[in-house]
């Protein structure tokens, strides 16, 4: 049997997702509260890690919380093909962080201290506090030099708030960093909350320097989020269930949907300017909590967010999350209107370069397939650096624009072989217009390199498909040769 012939006989994977969609970002995990870091040519996504829950039957049930002691890391350099960075157990015995019981909505910062840069991630303990943890890598290994919570109730100012969660942060152009978090809704104060704090962090990015500072945020449910644009400091938030005809009348804004507000001050005091983000039932006609941050990467506005799009196509609905990604204008006025969510609008910056290592874990649409850690360091702290995985006949990646320029004429993969066999079908434009197959040999748990010349030459930019045969075989990562 020829390779064309084995394809043939081969039943393409199902993609969620679907070829040509650009939301979610990925489908190999959920991912919810996402925010979002930009360091140097990428941007990385920290996201609270959604995992399935189960009752006595062995059924997935209704999505807690309760359970989530882990944030995923994924990243882009061109908004459209994402790697996985894989899981930081944030939280628990096998956690980085022993005296926390969860991790949630995250937020993370970096800051050049001694010279070098160090990244720090921030996360809500349940709704009782936020942590931080550190590395000298955005993707970890990360450590737990405070050895408690950042922010507690027994903090001034802090044990009023209904929700001690939340964080969002800010590091201004001179250096000087600031924190953003609470939420919850005292009975009868639906209308002004008072649960949303504020405070500069202290030089090591780990302290506060004063007390927190309220901000009256209409309406205010959870999820700060903190922007600046020009000299002004925009506050954004998530609105509660409880917003009345009063209410929309006097904001414009309903039930869970993200709004802005605006001072000179990056501790305000905060006006209220308008909405942004209607909540996903009114695009997707499904619901829950509104999360976001908003970020500016490559001279571009982008407002990332979660939504339950993914397991609604997997016929789930139990409230599990998935991260997406939403291009905008910020007004010269900073005024930015009703953003509105969609799966196919947002377009690619930049091009992914075949001719360096593409590791296995990036790609824009997949099909059957996981990642996991592809190196002992990365196996003990969970994140790092990923490889694909899970492969059986039929699953596939695709790499969204690569730019070949003036042409490539082979192609390599670095596989762990794990004693099998398979063959890799490479195909341009479309996942039927084979180009190469790549056959793996058995081999062992080694990197071994497998290479197929290409039945045409490739120019411009493309998208690539690689469509799997065989399973139990790795592959860290592809490369093309001119």
Same mark, same amino acid.
């Not at 890690?49 to 061109?78: F, H, M, P, Q």
């Not at 197959?437 to 390199?449: L, N, P, Q, T």
């Given at each position: 049997?020829?390779?064309?012939?084995?394809?043939?006989?081969?039943?393409?994977?199902?993609?969620?997702?679907?070829?040509?969609?650009?939301?979610?970002?990925?489908?190999?995990?959920?991912?919810?509260?996402?925010?979002?870091?930009?360091?140097?040519?990428?941007?990385?996504?920290?996201?609270?890690?959604?995992?399935?829950?189960?009752?006595?039957?062995?059924?997935?049930?209704?999505?807690?919380?309760?359970?989530?002691?882990?944030?995923?890391? %994924?990243?882009?350099?061109?908004? %459209?093909?994402?790697?996985? &960075?894989?899981?930081?157990?944030?939280?628990?015995?096998?956690?980085?962080?022993?005296?926390? &019981?969860?991790?949630?909505?995250?937020?993370?910062?970096?800051?050049?201290?001694?010279?070098?840069?160090?990244?720090?991630?921030?996360?809500?303990?349940?709704?009782?506090? %936020?942590?931080?943890?550190?590395?000298?890598?955005?993707?970890?290994?990360?450590?737990?030099?405070?050895?408690?919570?950042?922010?507690?109730?027994?903090?001034?100012?802090?044990?009023?708030?209904?929700?001690?969660?939340?964080?969002?942060?800010?590091?201004?152009?001179?250096?000087?960093?600031?924190?953003?978090?609470?939420?919850?809704?005292?009975?009868?104060?639906?209308?002004?909350?008072?649960?949303?704090?504020?405070?500069?962090?202290?030089?090591?990015?780990?302290?506060?320097?004063?007390?927190?500072?309220?901000?009256?945020?209409?309406?205010?449910?959870?999820?700060?989020?903190?922007?600046?644009?020009?000299?002004?400091?925009?506050?954004?938030?998530?609105?509660?269930?409880?917003?009345?005809?009063?209410?929309?009348?006097?904001?414009?804004?309903?039930?869970?949907?993200?709004?802005?507000?605006?001072?000179?001050?990056?501790?305000?005091?905060?006006?209220?300017?308008?909405?942004?983000?209607?909540?996903?039932?009114?695009?997707?006609?499904?619901?829950?909590?509104?999360?976001?941050?908003?970020?500016?990467?490559?001279?571009?506005?982008?407002?990332?967010?979660?939504?339950?799009?993914?397991?609604?196509?997997?016929?789930?609905? &139990?409230?599990?999350?998935?991260?997406? %990604?939403?291009?905008?204008?910020?007004?010269?006025?900073?005024?930015?209107?009703?953003?509105?969510?969609?799966?196919?609008?947002?377009?690619?910056?930049?091009?992914?370069?075949?001719?360096?290592?593409?590791?296995?874990?990036?790609?824009?649409?997949?099909?059957?397939?996981?990642?996991?850690?592809?190196?002992? $360091?990365?196996?003990?702290?969970?994140?790092?650096?990923?490889?694909?995985?899970?492969?059986?006949?039929?699953?596939?990646?695709?790499?969204?624009?690569?730019?070949?320029?003036?042409?490539?004429?082979?192609?390599?993969?670095?596989?762990?072989?794990?004693?099998?066999?398979? $063959?890799?079908?490479?195909?341009?434009?479309?996942?039927?217009?084979?180009?190469?197959?790549?056959?793996?040999?058995?081999?062992?748990?080694?990197?071994?390199?497998?290479?197929?010349?290409?039945?045409?030459?490739?120019?411009?930019?493309?998208?690539?498909?690689?469509?799997?045969?065989?399973?139990?075989?790795?592959?860290?990562?592809?490369?093309?040769?001119?």
């Amino acid at each position: 049997m020829t390779n064309e012939e084995l394809f043939k006989s081969i039943k393409t994977a199902k993609s969620y997702k679907g070829d040509g969609n650009v939301n979610p970002v990925i489908e190999q995990h959920y991912g919810a509260d996402p925010f979002a870091l930009v360091y140097g040519d990428t941007v990385y996504f920290y996201m609270t890690a959604d995992a399935y829950e189960y009752d006595e039957k062995g059924e997935i049930k209704e999505n807690t919380y309760s359970k989530i002691r882990s944030l995923y890391v %994924i990243s882009t350099r061109d908004m %459209i093909n994402f790697t996985d &960075h894989g899981e930081i157990t944030i939280a628990g015995e096998g956690g980085v962080t022993k005296w926390a &019981h969860n991790s949630w909505a995250p937020a993370a910062a970096w800051k050049m201290i001694d010279g070098k840069p160090k990244f720090f991630l921030y996360f809500a303990d349940n709704g009782g506090g %936020i942590g931080v943890v550190c590395a000298d890598s955005p993707v970890g290994p990360f450590r737990d030099e405070l050895g408690h919570g950042l922010i507690r109730r027994d903090m001034e100012n802090c044990g009023n708030v209904e929700w001690l969660f939340d964080p969002a942060v800010l590091v201004d152009d001179d250096g000087r960093a600031y924190i953003y978090f609470g939420g919850g809704v005292p009975k009868g104060k639906a209308a002004h909350p008072m649960t949303g704090r504020c405070a500069e962090l202290g030089e090591d990015m780990m302290s506060l320097k004063d007390v927190p500072e309220v901000i009256d945020a209409p309406y205010l449910f959870e999820d700060s989020g903190i922007h600046k644009y020009k000299d002004t400091y925009y506050y954004t938030y998530c609105s509660n269930f409880s917003v009345d005809e009063a209410g929309t009348k006097e904001y414009g804004f309903n039930n869970g949907e993200i709004n802005v507000m605006e001072s000179k001050s990056p501790l305000g005091p905060f006006t209220y300017k308008e909405r942004i983000l209607k909540n996903p039932e009114f695009f997707f006609g499904v619901g829950g909590n509104n999360h976001h941050a908003v970020f500016k990467f490559k001279d571009k506005w982008y407002i990332t967010y979660h939504a339950r799009i993914l397991e609604k196509e997997m016929g789930i609905l &139990h409230g599990y999350r998935s991260t997406c %990604i939403e291009e905008f204008t910020m007004g010269e006025d900073g005024t930015i209107g009703d953003i509105e969510m969609k799966k196919d609008a947002r377009q690619q910056v930049g091009a992914l370069d075949p001719f360096g290592k593409i590791n296995g874990a990036c790609f824009a649409l997949m099909g059957g397939v996981d990642t996991a850690p592809a190196d002992e $360091v990365s196996r003990a702290c969970g994140c790092g650096n990923m490889l694909l995985t899970g492969i059986d006949g039929g699953d596939f990646v695709k790499l969204a624009g690569l730019d070949f320029a003036d042409g490539a004429g082979s192609v390599k993969a670095y596989v762990k072989s794990n004693g099998k066999f398979g $063959v890799i079908r490479v195909s341009a434009d479309s996942i039927d217009n084979a180009v190469a197959y790549i056959e793996v040999a058995a081999a062992g748990e080694e990197e071994s390199v497998f290479e197929a010349k290409l039945d045409e030459k490739l120019t411009g930019k493309k998208d690539l498909y690689f469509t799997f045969s065989g399973s139990g075989y790795e592959v860290l990562a592809w490369q093309f040769e001119k």
